[in-house]
C-alpha cells in the first residue's frame, strides 16, 4: 500500500532533476543520490527512481548530440575569422547558413529543454497522486 510518504518522495525525486537547471550535472546526480537513499523502502519508489533516473541521463545525451551540431558550424566560423584575419574583419560570420544553423540549434535545445520541465512536473504530479508514470522516449540503462 502507498503512503502519502512515498508519494511525497516520488515526487520529491522526479522534481529533484530541475537541479539540473541550476547546476551542471545537477539533473541527474539529484535524481541518482535521491533514488538510492530511498529505493529500498518501496517498490514505487524504487520504480519512480528508475525512471526519473533513465529519463535524465536520456535527456543528457540527446542535448550532447545535439550540441555536438554546433561544433562544425563553430569550426567553420573560426576559419573563416583566421582567413579574414589580414582584413581586420574580427567578426563572427554572420552569414545565412551559419545563422540559420547556430539559431535552429538553439531553438532546438530550447524547445528539448522545455518538453523535459514539462515532463519533469507531469511526472511529479502523477508520483504525488500514486500513479505510476512512464517518460516517453527514455532508454532504459537501468532496468
Known sequence: ????????????????AMVGYFFPMGGI?????????KKDESQFLDEHGKEAVNF????????F?????????????L???ISQSDQMHNNFNFEFPFMFGFLGGITLLGTLSLIRFTLIILA????????????????????
Open 1 to 16: 500500500m502507498r503512503t502519502n510518504k512515498d508519494n511525497s518522495n516520488a515526487f520529491l525525486i522526479h522534481i529533484s
Open 56 to 63: 535524465n541521463l536520456s535527456f543528457f545525451l540527446y542535448s
Open 124 to 143: 511529479a504530479i502523477k508520483a504525488s497522486k500514486g500513479e505510476n508514470y512512464k517518460y516517453p522516449f527514455t532508454i532504459k540503462f537501468i532496468k
Open 29 to 37: 546526480i539529484a535524481p541518482v543520490i535521491f533514488w538510492q537513499v
Open 79 to 81: 576559419m573563416s575569422i
Open 65 to 77: 548530440i545535439l550540441g555536438l551540431t554546433f561544433i562544425p558550424l563553430f569550426i567553420r566560423n
